[in-house]
């Protein structure tokens, strides 16, 4: 995945929310969906633009698939934006 699509789903406000619920805790999609007004269909789309640029991981337990935060491409991201401001310190 490129940071061009990474940065492209980060660039959609329902999809930035949903990380923002997932940075609490794992959840499934009909919880995720419960938070919106939006069909379950819509909000499956997010997520599946979300997985595919790495920024959340899912796991199937049972019938369920939990969804959660991939901090790992965040940090990258933040890494980048540190550097590109000319930041010396990264930690």
Known sequence: MSM?????ALADPTRREILNLLKQSRM?????SNHFSI???AVS???????EADLIRDEREGKYIY????ATVLEEIILW???LKGEKDHD
């Open 81 to 83: 934006i540190s550097e």
């Open 4 to 8: 061009q699509d990474t940065l492209q």
């Open 67 to 70: 969804y959660e935060l991939n």
């Open 45 to 51: 789309r997010h997520l599946s633009v979300l997985k």
């Open 28 to 32: 499934s999609a009909g919880e995720i």
């Open 39 to 41: 069909s379950g269909a």
